[in-house]
């Protein structure tokens, strides 16, 4: 039978490829971004009462109620934008299921969808499923600052779509607020969507702000917003997660949403919903992720790695340029088996595979863990 692939030049997830790695080789896995430790008890046993309290049926499709409602006043409280529950929210099965469903409502065959490299990695081959063409266009490698000349210049007529990912998985850079009255003055006039990946909206480091899109009215009317709880939770493996965004383009999203997923697991969303109301729950993220970025920063002093510490997200890039001119892969392969610490290489979320050399280590892990993992590192 011959097939035609629509994704042709797939490479294998590196998050698959050093995750397995780091199991084979027994080596501590600070590749693929996930926490090593349990989430909060209380979450835990809130999801088992709604199993065991019959939740167990679908969902609406937008999701229930109640969570929408606790997610519509979580944003109106931290962005001061409202979106109605009914109309402007709709649960999804992670972000990546979220992200996915706002290219395939919007992007046609031939439309450009502007990414910044380095980019996370769903991106373009949803993008390309729908026959969209990612415009690719590079972050400064020295600290992943926008050039927002260059991003002007990758504007065209055939946009259809900007994607942007704050606090930023790799770098860990945030956007400001400078960024995002640029980005809007920018698209202003124009027909194009924005996407926005905000997933560890609740990471942000040093006394600094998450800019979402939802506090610049003229990005917001444009911008579906993308959140995962698997990162605020700890719950990866849940993937659980949110879409927000205008009634107009909310109810496109819903269209693709019904026929790819038609509703989000219900019994986590009933846990969700009762979690969600408690404030403290999310809000104090950012300094318990400060504290683990400062510790494992702590553990690399004296060591041959350069960095510029994270702002946000979970993972902090290490450049080992001072230490060999391998390529970053290979050294990313070599670390994890003879050394035994696994990282993520650049090179792979970079336009054209550019290798800088730097390698992106996550931090979620227990202080045991980070303290191993520092302590050989120093010695490299
Ligand atoms: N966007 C970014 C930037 C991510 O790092 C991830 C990984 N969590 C996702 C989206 C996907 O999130 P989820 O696991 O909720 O699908
Ligand atoms: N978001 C996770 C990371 O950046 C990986 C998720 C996945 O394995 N696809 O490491």
């Not at 080789?25 to 090593?36: E, H, R, V, Y």
């Not at 980019?119 to 081959?125: H, L, Q, R, V, W």
């Not at 930023?168 to 003055?185: A, C, T, V």
């Not at 509703?263 to 109301?277: G, I, S, T």
Request: charged share 20%; net charge negative.
């Amino acid at each position: 039978m011959a097939l035609r692939t629509k994704l042709p030049d797939l490479p294998p997830s590196i998050f698959t490829t050093m995750s397995v790695l780091a199991k084979e080789q027994g080596a501590i896995n600070l590749s693929q971004g996930f926490p090593n430790f349990d989430p909060d008890p209380q979450l835990l046993q809130l999801a088992a009462n709604a199993m065991q309290d019959g939740y167990n049926q679908y969902a609406p499709l937008g999701g229930i109620y109640p969570l929408r409602e606790v997610i519509s006043s979580k944003i109106e409280s931290l962005y001061g934008k409202y979106y109605h529950p009914e109309h402007e929210i709709t649960v999804t099965v992670g972000a990546t299921q979220a992200l996915f469903t706002a290219i395939a409502a919007f992007v046609w065959p031939g439309d450009e969808v502007i990414v910044l490299k380095p980019a996370y990695d769903c991106y373009e081959p949803s993008i390309i499923a729908q026959g969209g063409i990612p415009v690719l266009v590079p972050l400064e490698p020295k600290d992943h600052s926008v050039d927002w000349e260059l991003f002007s210049n990758a504007i065209s007529n055939k946009t259809r779509m900007v994607i942007i990912n704050t606090p930023h998985n790799p770098s860990g850079r945030i956007f400001s607020k400078e960024d995002m009255l640029q980005l809007q003055e920018l698209l202003a006039g124009t027909d194009i969507i924005l996407l926005s990946d905000e997933v560890y909206e609740h990471i942000v480091f040093d006394n600094q702000v998450h800019e979402s899109v939802s506090k610049f009215e003229g990005l917001a009317s444009r911008s579906l917003v993308c959140a995962s709880f698997g990162k605020t939770f700890h719950v990866t493996g849940w993937k659980m997660g949110y879409c927000a965004a205008p009634k107009e383009l909310m109810k496109e999203f819903q269209k693709i949403h019904e026929f790819n997923v038609f509703c989000a697991n219900h019994p986590l969303q009933r846990a969700l919903a009762q979690y969600l109301k408690a404030p403290e729950n999310y809000t104090g993220l950012g300094e318990f992720f400060e504290n683990k970025r400062d510790q494992f920063l702590e553990g690399l002093q004296g060591s041959k790695f350069r960095y510029i510490p994270s702002q946000g997200t979970y993972f902090q890039l290490l450049d080992y340029s001072d230490i060999t001119v391998e390529k970053d892969i290979d050294f990313a392969i070599r670390l994890t088996v003879e050394k035994g610490v696994a990282s993520i290489p650049i090179s792979v979320f970079n336009k054209d595979q550019t290798d800088h050399k730097m390698l992106r280590f996550c931090f979620a892990k227990k202080e045991d863990t980070l303290n191993k993992a520092t302590e050989i590192l120093r010695t490299i």
